[in-house]
């Protein structure tokens, strides 16, 4: 246990964060320590979940402490690399407590030493903020490439799945330019949404149209179309050519390839090549640095999983869910999944 703290360090987590705004840390680093810490506060603070049954402070915590907080993590299928994180940002925060003499000790020394967890380290990716990829998205004029584009980040669906996407796979508010054509049933009550289906791959034929890209959700999955996407498709629809296609296509050419599916390769170009303008795209440049649909993904994941604190829903609308568990989100919609995405997703015009 720690010595007795100094009476203005009511506060031992704000009287970190406060020193780090001292040393210069970003506000990005401030909020991601303060989220962490004030998890494991609250943890402790629970007599039902920490292991001695009787509420304490991080003062107080012991090894014993820190190894069950960072065992619920893995109980909720939290990533090694960021339960790593999270440990080493505790580890930060009692190593600096100690040597400013607030704590005696920092339990977390032996914890780091057992631990199996590895941070993923990749100093080369990009970081883009939403107000960033606000601006970004401002500037792509063309209501094809802004749909695309607009999509893939509310959505976080693969370029691949895009591009299988058929008029039928989506449901928009009444009254729309979708009126007349028949949806799936999955997207019946759901409200405005888009289904991605885990069946259509590479050389197979599906909604009477054989297919070009594969997707690769382990279950189909039906994803909320929030009001700033509807927006957008809809002026899409406005002026989407006549296709010949029996599956109608909800993305197709307007230039060359005019009417047809669009295929991974052409939105790569279009998606690529607005990022190039932003200066985030260079030729020969990996995957984390660079921005491509792939990226999109990305950012989907990171900033919304940040926002709702919920993986399991995050994983469900990135299709990397199976079985019963994606049976547990779909079984209450309204409630759960269409809920918690209105209420946590960026915006983006």
């Known amino acids: 246990m720690a010595a007795e703290r100094p009476a203005d360090v009511d506060d031992p987590v704000g009287y970190f964060l406060q020193d780090m705004t001292y040393h210069g840390k970003t506000d990005r680093t401030r909020t991601a320590y303060e989220r962490v810490l004030r998890e494991f506060e609250a943890f402790l603070g629970d007599p039902s979940r920490n292991p001695t049954g009787t509420a304490k402070s991080p003062d107080e ?16 299928a939290v990533a090694s690399s960021t339960i790593a994180t999270y440990a080493s940002y505790l580890h930060r925060f009692y190593a600096y407590m100690s040597q ?9 020394s032996l914890v780091m030493e057992e631990m199996d967890e590895k941070i993923d380290t990749n100093p080369a990716r990009r970081e883009v903020s939403v107000p960033q990829m606000r601006g970004f998205v401002h500037e792509i004029r063309h209501p094809l490439e802004h749909a695309l584009v607009v999509t893939l980040l509310k959505t976080g669906m693969r370029v691949g799945e895009l591009c299988n996407l058929d008029l039928r796979d989506v ?19 759901r409200g405005p949404s888009i289904y991605v289906s885990s069946e259509p791959s590479v050389g197979t034929v599906s909604n009477g149209e054989e297919r070009t890209a594969s997707n690769k959700r382990k279950r189909s999955t039906v994803v909320p179309v929030d ?8 002026r899409w629809l406005a002026i989407r050519p006549d296709t010949d296609a029996a599956a109608e296509p909800l993305f197709v050419g307007t230039a060359s390839g005019w009417g047809t599916r669009l295929t991974p390769d052409a939105v790569h170009h279009i998606v690529t090549s ?43 609308l990135r299709g990397d869910v199976a079985g019963d568990i994606i049976d547990t989100y779909t079984h209450n919609w309204g409630d759960r999944v269409r809920e918690t995405y209105e209420s946590n997703i960026y915006s983006l015009l």
């Open 171 to 189: 449901s928009l508010s009444v009254e729309t330019p979708l009126d007349g054509v028949s949806t799936r049933a999955a997207l019946d009550g």
């Open 227 to 234: 009001d700033e996407l509807e927006t957008v498709l809809l």
């Open 274 to 316: 607005h990022a190039a303008d932003a200066g985030w795209y260079r030729r020969g440049g990996d995957r984390e640095e660079n921005v491509t649909p792939h990226y999109f993904r990305h950012f989907f994941t990171t900033h919304l999983r940040d926002r709702t604190g919920d993986r399991g829903i995050v994983k469900y």
């Open 61 to 76: 915590a012991s090894h014993r402490d820190c190894m069950a907080w960072i065992h619920t993590l893995r109980n909720r």
């Open 100 to 108: 400013v003499g607030v704590f005696d000790s920092n339990p977390m």
